[in-house]
């Protein structure tokens, strides 16, 4: 069974630094594109960024390029956000979620239950 | 960047009612390569179709999904009462990957 848990949310003020870690378990990590994903409080999905399976390929929405980054780590089975320059936008529950395949243009189908971000002065 | 439309924004119908969601693309969706989800709130999304039309593991035959290019549909074919919640439309097949601001289906 996929299980995804997230950490690293919290209050940050704006133009400060947060790290969100995803540990995965009951999968081969190593085989699967990772995504994240985040919704902002009463409001629809926005997709962040993916990974490719081996970290070869990354790709980040518009809304975040040059502030965040993903990454992962195959040895430790865990998925990795940087987010710098944070902005009251960015608030948000982030989700980290398994692409159905090892490439990127494959869809989220497992997903972790989310780290609550919220950036605030 | 693709922008995804939904209509309608809020779907109300009754338990055993056939449901029709609309996801309209900007431009064209590389390969087809459009999911649909479904949201209950407080709850993580759930896969139901990938690649425009193949349904993901474990779900029931009464979700279909069709189109191609830049016109896309959910059909639900009778509604149950589980089924009652947000359906987001998803490409994945141009970065950066788009959500639609999804269709809310409720209980007339």
């Known amino acids: 069974q996929v299980q995804l848990v997230e950490s690293g949310g919290g209050v940050v003020q704006p133009g400060r630094s947060l790290r969100l870690s995803c540990a995965a378990s009951g999968l081969t990590f190593s085989s699967y594109a990772m995504h994240w994903v985040r919704q902002a409080p009463g409001k629809g999905l926005e997709w962040v960024a993916v990974i490719s399976y081996d970290g070869t390929y990354k790709f980040n929405a518009d809304s975040v390029k040059g502030r965040f980054t993903i990454s992962r780590d195959n040895s430790r089975n865990t998925l990795y956000l940087q987010m710098n320059s944070l902005r009251a936008e960015d608030t948000a529950v982030y989700h980290c979620?398994?692409?159905?395949?090892?490439?990127?243009?494959?869809?989220?189908?497992?997903w972790g239950q989310g780290t609550l971000v919220t950036v605030s002065s | 960047e693709i922008v995804l439309t939904q209509s309608p924004a809020t779907l109300s119908l009754s338990p055993g009612e056939r449901a029709t969601l609309s996801c309209g693309a900007s431009?064209?969706?590389?390969?087809?390569?459009l999911a649909w989800y479904q949201q209950k709130p407080g709850l993580a999304p759930r896969l139901l179709i990938y690649d425009a039309s193949n349904r993901a593991t474990g779900i029931p035959d009464r979700f279909s999904g069709s189109g191609s290019g830049t016109d896309f549909t959910l059909t639900i074919s009778r509604l149950e009462p589980e089924d009652f919640a947000v359906y987001y439309c998803?490409?994945?097949?141009?970065?950066?990957?788009?959500f639609g601001p999804g269709t809310k289906v409720d209980i007339k």
């Open positions: 998803h490409q994945y097949g141009s970065s950066p990957f788009t």
């Open positions: 979620a398994r692409g159905l395949c090892s490439s990127t243009t494959c869809p989220a189908d497992s």
């Open positions: 431009q064209s969706v590389s390969s087809n390569y």
